[in-house]
Every structure is written in structure tokens, then in C-alpha cells.
């Protein structure tokens, strides 16, 4: 039986941070690109996820996901307010870290998968049945999903799905949570008839930047030890990050005949996002591909949907959504065992199962995040009233929602 070891427990520790920094770089990025009357609100929703989402995780999430099996589907309630979490490992998961530091680090990707849904329902939704929906999906649809790819006994796990740090898990799941949130909401008033142009293009930089640290964590720290895995999911990290942006940036100018800043900050997110299932499987020239891909990919997709009718107002289906889909596939073509032996080789390496085993997983959650978070919005709707009225949707959700204004 391994034992603690110090430097692998001070990695996943700094690693819990960085991801913890991620949130309210989300709250910067999407509160840049909102109108001014929404910055507050907008960054709210991100913010208050960080208190939301971790009470829940103490209480119900962290068992749910990470307890023993049931059947393949949820943990048991054995780790109920973190009982038998303390500073023995736990082998199942982390054998050199102590209990508690794999559940922290855990906790920082459940608040920020809610948080990412935020940006398609941006400027239109009542912040109290927000909370009240963010938290029944975190129990319904995070905590499931996150069993089935990383719990032990999960039954995609079981199956051979392969997720190194969330393309299935944090993001596919938030994305198709967003499709159905667009739906169910409804566009904002004046959409197609009026300019939206973000408000603070600066702020969205900064969240980028905080965005794009905070990634080394994520998926750094997903091979929960300091170790040659960890290596290479950081490298793949950053190469995926600016392929993305320089593939968007290049693309955008050729379309529009300009290049943007906007552009940039969202082709690199676009590329963190897609290499995120497969940062410690795959090579580095892999990840730069995949980063490419998502440049042109999330690209074509953002720009359609303008042309579809659907207000996604962050692009949230668009980057989070199709780069989760995107990075699983890629993985499933580019997986290499002589990268990491506790992987699996891919459709290139001439094991064309592991590709369907990767399309079935997207399959799965794409499927199951979609409806369950369209029950819970119209649940919550029938309950109480999920969108601002017109008065305040006109007056702004930092007004109407918190009675406080960014600026004089």
C-alpha cells in the first residue's frame, strides 16, 4: 500500500486553488462581455456558486459522486458531511494524497460545471430560482454523471470511457445543460433586432488570463499526483490553449475580415476546453491538433448560431458544449498507451473500439444532461418564475436582482 507523499498531497493542494481561482475568472470573463446593467448580476451567478455548490458538496455531492457504488449509477451516502474523509488516502482514487485533498480538489470542479451554464442565460433569468436550479442540478445531473466517468464502479467507467480531467463531466454536461436552458428561457428581449456588444472587453481579458492559469490545475492536477502525467497534461494544456487561439483568430480574419480580441479570448478557452478530456493521453503535437480543431470547430458554431435563432448569449453550447464532444472523439482517435499506460490506444493506434466507446459516452451524457435539465427548468419555472419580467430585463439584473450598480 502506497503511502502519503508530500510533494504529490502540496501539487493537488496549489492544484485545488488554481481551479477555485477559475470560478470568479469566469464571473470576469462572462461580466466583460454582458451590458453594463448586468456586469453585477452576471458575475453574481458565477460568484455565489462557490458557497452554493460547496455546501451541497459536503453535505450530499461528494458521496454521491465519490462514495461507495450503487449499482453503477451514485455513490452510497457513506461520506455524508464528509464522515470517514480525513487524512488517510483513499486508495480508490488517490493512494499518495490524503482523503480530504482529493474531496477539496474534487469540490472545485463541481462549482464551476453549474457556473459555466450561466453565460447562456445571461441578462434574463431571477437570481432566486437561479440558486434553487443550480443546486437541484448539481444533485441530479453533476454528481450522477460525475460517478458514471470517475466514480469507482461507474458504469461508463466501467465500459472503458475515458475522461482525463471533465470533457464529458464538466463540460458536455454544462453544455447541454445550456442548450436546454436556451430553450426552456427563451431569448433575451431584442435579440436579432438590437447590438448586445460587450460592455467591458478588458474584464473578459483578465478572465481569460485567470481562465487559462487556473487550467493548469484542472487538468494538471487531474493526474492527481506530481508525476509524468501531470507533465504532460500541463504541457498539452497551454499547447491546446493558444493552437485554439491562434486557429480562431486566423479564421475570424479570413470570415470577417478582421481579427478580434473577443476572438482570441474565445479561441483559447475553445482550445483548454477540447483538450481537457484528453490532456494526460495523449502527445503533445496531438493536443496542438486538437486545439486547432477547436479553433475552426467552435468557430463555425458560435457564428451559426445567430442563423439557428438560438440566444446563446456567452456561447457556452458553442465553445463548453461542442469542445467537450469534440475533445472525447479526439481522444478517441488519439489516445496513445505509450503516453500514459493506464490509458488506452486510439483509432490511429489501431483500436477502433475505444473510438465507439468514447462516441457512446458522448452520447450518454449529452442525452441525459439535456433532458433532466429541461425537466428541472420547467419544474423550477412552474414553481417559481424563472425569467425577469420586461420592466427588469430592461432595468438590468444588477438593479432589478441585487439593488447595486458597477458604475457611477
Known amino acids: 500500500m502506497e503511502q502519503i507523499q508530500c510533494g504529490d498531497t502540496a501539487f493537488i493542494l496549489v492544484s485545488a486553488a488554481l481551479v477555485l481561482l477559475m470560478t470568479p475568472g469566469l464571473g470576469l470573463f462572462y461580466g466583460g462581455m454582458v451590458r453594463s446593467k448586468n456586469v453585477l448580476g452576471t458575475i453574481m451567478q458565477s460568484l ?12 450530499l455531492g461528494y458521496s454521491m459522486s465519490f462514495g461507495p457504488d450503487i449499482s453503477g449509477f451514485v455513490g452510497d451516502l457513506s461520506f455524508v458531511g464528509l464522515k470517514g474523509v480525513g487524512a488517510a488516502p483513499n486508495p480508490d482514487y488517490a493512494p499518495t494524497i490524503p482523503h480530504m485533498v482529493f474531496m477539496i480538489y474534487q469540490c472545485m470542479f463541481a462549482v464551476i460545471t453549474p457556473a459555466l451554464m450561466t453565460g447562456t442565460f445571461a441578462e434574463r433569468m431571477r437570481f432566486a430560482p437561479f440558486l434553487v436550479f443550480s443546486v437541484l442540478w448539481a444533485v441530479l445531473v453533476y454528481n450522477p454523471i460525475c460517478h458514471w466517468v470517475w466514480g469507482a464502479g461507474g458504469w461508463l467507467k466501467a465500459k472503458g470511457v475515458l475522461d482525463f480531467a471533465g470533457g464529458l463531466v464538466v463540460h458536455l454536461s454544462s453544455g447541454a445543460g445550456a442548450l436546454a436552458a436556451a430553450l426552456v428561457i427563451g431569448k433575451r428581449k431584442g435579440y436579432g433586432k438590437e447590438g448586445f456588444m460587450p460592455h467591458n472587453l478588458p474584464m473578459t481579458l483578465l478572465g481569460t488570463a485567470l481562465l487559462w492559469f487556473g487550467w493548469f490545475g484542472f487538468n494538471g492536477g487531474s493526474a492527481l499526483a506530481a508525476d509524468g502525467i501531470a507533465g504532460v497534461a500541463f504541457t498539452n494544456t497551454h499547447l491546446a490553449g493558444m493552437a485554439g487561439m491562434a486557429m480562431w483568430v486566423l479564421v475570424e480574419w479570413f470570415h470577417r475580415g478582421y481579427p478580434t480580441t473577443l476572438g482570441a479570448a474565445s479561441g483559447a ?3 483548454l476546453a477540447t483538450v481537457t478530456p484528453a490532456a494526460g493521453f495523449v502527445g503533445p503535437n496531438s493536443a496542438i491538433l486538437i486545439g486547432l480543431i477547436a479553433g475552426v470547430g467552435c468557430y463555425a458554431a458560435v457564428s451559426s448560431k445567430t442563423k439557428i435563432g438560438l440566444d446563446d448569449s456567452l456561447d457556452v453550447v458553442g465553445i463548453h458544449g461542442l469542445g467537450g464532444v ?3 472523439l479526439c481522444l478517441g482517435l488519439f489516445a496513445s498507451k505509450a503516453v500514459n499506460p493506464g490509458g488506452a490506444d486510439g483509432l490511429f493506434a489501431g483500436n477502433s473500439s475505444f473510438f465507439m466507446t468514447q462516441l457512446f459516452g458522448v452520447g450518454v451524457v449529452l442525452v441525459y444532461a439535456f433532458v433532466v435539465t429541461f425537466i428541472l427548468l420547467k419544474l423550477v419555472d412552474a414553481v417559481s418564475r424563472l ?13 432589478s436582482q441585487h439593488s447595486e450598480t458597477a458604475y457611477n
Open 387 to 399: 425569467r425577469l419580467n420586461v420592466e427588469d430585463e430592461v432595468q438590468g439584473l444588477d438593479l
Open 269 to 271: 478557452i475553445a482550445g
Open 48 to 59: 455565489i456558486m462557490i458557497s452554493v455548490v460547496s455546501l451541497e458538496w459536503v453535505y
Open 326 to 328: 469534440l475533445g472525447t
